[in-house]
């Protein structure tokens, strides 16, 4: 009996860690990597873990270079967390698909990850300095309109910096958002070795045609060692530095004519669910059941986005909206914006209701193709008890309205001739008296035109399109350098050429949701009781997208107007 209670108790004991065993992700710092650049693995276990790790089978196809660990706690939902990191600096032997192994940490182990590594670099040479220089690229040189180009920008040193400056990336009529953190790697260049600084951003053209990234340039201040010059320390030299890049040319398309969509979409993927809170099959009358609908695009921003429940209903189904809610995530694969829409739907009668497909046109810049996202038609039940009043179809309620035409027969009402005769006389009269006006009106109106001058029917340029322009100008330069005070007083103008408001409050209900938060966030600001920071990169982003979306729908039906240069 001793011996079986042992048994037991060693099995419960493997069975828990099975159950219990802790969780390790894995991830990369960048993906893929070329074979003579050293790149982060980085292993994360939310719990302490049965052992410290092995990292040996990673030299099977790495070389690893440093290890280091750290510790943080995170308090997430009244749960205190502690998360822990071990960050493996490696440089692959070989190009190829590679896998990085599983790892054991005691009882436990990370999973495996495969890597695209791709042949050596080595054939690169350096540009104007060979101790500082900068690559900048484009993943592709003919984007479409609004679609995303992914600028990826190296910056190549084998000097010490004393401070550093480097531009932005600059390009008219664009959106340009900056992608997730910086990488640091180093790699050989013409059998050198360079430690690298590599950043990405997502810009979004929003203007067809050939236009440039103007060059970037670095200001830095290098570190340079000095003679000793009999003295028991080494001086210490700065020499200042500026080093540009190369520009790139963007050859922008316009939108294709076979997209025939009032909506304008671009990504590298999308997908369109959906959710439900109950039971379709079994709905009941004066009962709700929410609907999910979410839409989630690759390479798109979630001002590009559009509504998901736009389309009309059975009035007997009650239906109320919540708020849209948008996000966006900035990896170094591009932006990944995400769209969802919450409906609650209440049925006041019995019987069986339908909801519409849901269709979202949208253009692959992956395969050069348009696609079409849909939810397909759905057939909701509903329920109820025998007092519960039934959902009549048209048929029903025509020969209900005629069993009632039969049951209860108009009566027929006799009028003598002469009071007929006399009505009708009347109502001649009228006829007459009000066409005879009518001629005395168009008479008129017709009179009245020919004595406007010439110069009046010639088309002009108003001068409230004149004054947009300067509007938007002056809301990018405040935006850009994050002046609240201005950015009002600039939209405080835009809004009264546009909507005749004269407040910021009174201008956001116009706005789509998106820009109307940005505005609310603004006039927060403005008004606070305490001084606060206010970041405008983010309001003229979501004005620029608005604008050119309203610029583009018009565009397809007023002549392809160009859009305002912003």
């Given at each position: ?11 419960l004991a493997?069975?828990?860690?099975n ?44 070389t690893?270079q ?12 009244g ?6 990191q071990?960050?493996?600096t ?40 060979e ?8 993943n ?17 040193r084998r ?6 400056n480097l ?9 340009i ?16 070795t360079?430690?690298?600084?590599e ?16 060059p ?11 003679r ?13 530095r500026?080093?540009?890049?190369n520009p790139?040319?963007?050859n ?9 969509d009032?909506h ?5 993927n ?17 009962e ?14 979630v ?19 919540d708020?849209?809610?948008l ?5 170094l ?25 849901i ?9 050069q193709?348009?696609e ?14 025998e ?32 009071e ?38 010639e ?12 509007c ?11 002046d609240?005070?201005?950015a ?14 004269i ?8 706005c ?32 620029s ?17 160009p859009?305002?240069?912003?």
């Open positions: 009996m001793p011996l079986l209670i042992l048994f037991f108790s060693l099995w493997g069975f828990s860690t159950v219990f065993a802790t969780d390790i992700t894995v991830s990369l710092d960048r993906s893929p990597v070329s074979v003579d650049e050293s790149f982060q693995i980085i292993f994360t276990a939310s719990e302490s873990l049965d052992d410290d790790p092995d990292f040996s089978p990673l030299e099977q196809d790495f690893v440093s290890q280091s660990q750290s510790s943080r706690t995170e308090f997430v939902n749960k205190l967390n502690r998360i822990i071990w960050i493996v490696v440089m692959a032997n070989d190009s190829g698909n590679l896998i990085i192994p599983k790892i054991k940490f005691g009882s436990d182990s990370s999973p495996a990850l495969k890597i695209v590594v791709s042949p050596s670099s080595a054939n690169k040479t350096t540009q104007n300095d101790d500082l220089f900068l690559e900048v690229s484009a592709t040189e003919k984007p479409f309109i609004q679609s995303q180009v992914l600028y990826t920008v190296k910056l190549y000097v010490d910096f004393a401070k550093a531009s932005e990336p600059e390009l008219p009529d664009a959106v958002e900056k992608l997730a953190d910086d990488a640091n790697y180093t790699t050989q260049v013409s059998g050198v360079y430690v690298v600084i950043r990405k951003y997502a810009i979004f053209p929003q203007k067809s045609g050939v236009t440039t990234i103007k970037l340039v670095l200001t830095a201040d290098t570190v340079a060692r000095g000793q010059n009999n003295s028991f320390f080494n001086s210490q030299m700065t020499q200042r500026i080093v540009k890049s790139i040319m963007l922008v398309q316009p939108i294709p004519a076979t997209f025939t009032s304008w979409l671009t990504a590298e999308l997908e369109l669910t959906q959710t439900w809170s109950g039971d379709t099959s079994q709905m009941k009358v004066g709700p059941l929410t609907r999910t609908v979410k839409l989630v695009a690759n390479g798109s921003t001002g590009q986005l559009p509504e998901l429940n736009s389309s009309k209903i059975d009035p007997q189904l009650k239906s109320y909206n708020q849209p809610v996000h966006e995530d900035k990896t694969a591009g932006i990944v914006a995400s769209r969802e829409e919450k409906i609650a739907f209440i049925p006041a009668k019995v019987g069986n209701y339908t909801l519409p497909a269709q979202i046109s949208w253009f692959n810049t992956r395969t193709k348009i079409i996202a849909t939810l397909p038609e759905m057939n909701l039940m509903v329920a109820g008890t007092n519960t009043p039934q959902a009549q179809t048209p048929a029903t309620t025509q020969a209900v309205e005629e069993k009632q035409i039969l049951i209860t027969p108009t009566p027929v009402i006799q009028r003598p001739i002469l007929t005769s006399k009505s009708t006389f009347i109502w001649q009269t009228i006829a007459i008296f009000s066409t005879f006006g009518w001629l005395i009106t168009l008479g008129f109106l017709f009179f009245k035109y020919k004595t406007v001058p010439k110069k009046m029917n088309p002009i340029e108003s001068p409230a399109e004149i004054s947009l322009n300067v938007v100008k002056q809301l990018k330069k405040a935006c850009m350098t994050d609240a005070q201005a009002k007083i600039a939209l405080l103008e835009w809004g009264k050429l546009q909507f005749n408001e407040s910021l409050g009174a201008i956001a209900p116009h789509e949701a998106r820009l109307r938060d940005e505005i609310l966030q603004l006039n927060a600001t403005l008004y606070a009781k305490e001084p606060q920071v206010w970041k405008g990169r983010e309001l003229f982003k979501t004005f997208e608005n604008n050119a979306r309203e610029k583009l729908a018009k565009s397809k039906t007023d002549a392809l107007k859009l305002y240069p912003i």
